[in-house]
Nanobody, 122 residues
Framework: QVHLVESGGEAVQAGDSLKLSCAAA????????MGWFRQAPGKEREFVAA???????YYGESVEGRFTISRDNDKRTVYLQMNSLKAEDAAVYYC????????????????WGQGTQVTVSS
């Protein structure tokens, strides 16, 4: 079992930057692939980024070049640095943990946080 708690979501202007954090309590944090997903009202959950336990990162097409995922295993925390935010980035952002080496499929993730709201006004 992994308990994940996201933080950092807030209302910002288009073009601004924001950094989300997701903290886990378990010492096994380093063994998981960590992912960020987002879901806007009326839309399906969308893959944003993932970072493997070997620190290899992957990104969704819509955020490639603007967002950066990172992890600090000592702090048991995964981060999502979001730059050049757009109105279409507004969503609830979720972090998740997977036993797989890497996946873009939300069904591959076993543990989820409660989400943090990001609002972007243009």
């Amino acid at each position: 079992q992994v308990h994940l708690v996201e933080s950092g979501g807030e209302a910002v202007q288009a073009g601004d930057s924001l950094k989300l954090s997701c903290a886990a309590a378990e010492r096994t944090f380093g063994a998981y692939c960590m992912g960020w997903f987002r879901q806007a009202p009326g839309k399906e959950r969308e893959f944003v980024a993932a970072i493997s336990r070997r620190f290899v990162s992957y990104y969704g097409e819509s955020v490639e070049g603007r967002f950066t995922i990172s992890r600090d295993n000592d702090k048991r925390t995964v981060y999502l640095q979001m730059n050049s935010l757009k109105a279409e980035d507004a969503a609830v952002y979720y972090c998740a943990a997977s036993d797989n080496l890497y996946s873009r499929d939300p069904d591959s993730y076993d543990y989820w946080g409660q989400g943090t709201q990001v609002t972007v006004s243009s």
